[in-house]
């Protein structure tokens, strides 16, 4: 390795470690104006909900690896179906909060070609965030994402990413970023969320 590389991938290293950081505080931010950065066209109501208008849309990136109960997921399969993403950790006390609702419609609307999937992080001890989904009833699948590797390379640069913990990001039946939100979510929030993708044609 030469003299001059070795710099660069230092300051990646460092660049790297900085965003997971800061993925790591959990947040209950309200104003959810913030996007991925570049020329976009997001359109954000007074709910704190970013939304992307159906052609201005870009395809989430590889989301893949294996859940908290040892299974292999890749998102990309579930093209076709509306996808709700929520990124959590055992740890954060919004993401506790909000867990009951997200168990509710994740059963309710399954029926309705909507599958949820969760992106768990944060959690060193996988039987803490196993331990929560039994507390709250959580159904759906959960992928380990630990160092928070899936979260920072699964979002195109310029869409709506997650910047914070939790987040919840909805896919289109393309399998792209329609929707977001960085605060704890309600039912009726989640629900407002989902609805108008899932009532896309």
């Known amino acids: 390795m030469s003299l001059s590389r070795a710099p ?5 290293a460092v660049g790297s470690l900085a965003a997971a950081l800061a993925l790591s505080a959990c947040t209950s931010d309200t104003n959810g104006k913030s ?7 997001f359109v954000t109501n007074t709910g704190g909900v970013s939304t992307v208008v159906k052609g ?5 990136n590889a989301i893949a690896g294996e859940t908290l109960d040892g299974t ?3 998102v990309a399969d579930l093209k076709g179906k509306v996808v709700v993403l929520n990124v959590w950790g055992s740890w954060c006390g919004p993401c506790r909060g ?10 309710e609307l399954k029926a309705k070609g909507v599958e949820f999937v969760g992106l768990n992080t944060r959690d060193a ?4 965030a196993v331990s929560f989904e039994e507390e709250f009833g ?7 994402d630990p160092d928070g590797k899936l979260i920072l390379n699964g979002f195109p640069k310029g869409s709506l990413i997650p910047q914070g913990i939790p987040s919840t990001i909805v896919l289109d039946r393309d399998g792209k970023i329609a929707a977001r939100s960085l605060m704890a979510l309600s039912e009726t929030k989640l629900r407002s969320m989902i609805d108008p993708i899932a009532a896309e044609k």
């Open 98 to 107: 909000e867990a009951p609702h997200f168990a509710k419609v994740a059963k």
């Open 125 to 128: 001890d996988k039987s803490k």
């Open 138 to 144: 959580i159904t759906y699948p959960s992928l380990y």
């Open 72 to 74: 292999r997921l890749d």
């Open 35 to 41: 996007g991925g950065g570049g020329d976009t066209n």
């Open 8 to 12: 660069r991938r230092t300051l990646l």
């Open 56 to 60: 201005e849309r870009k395809p989430v």
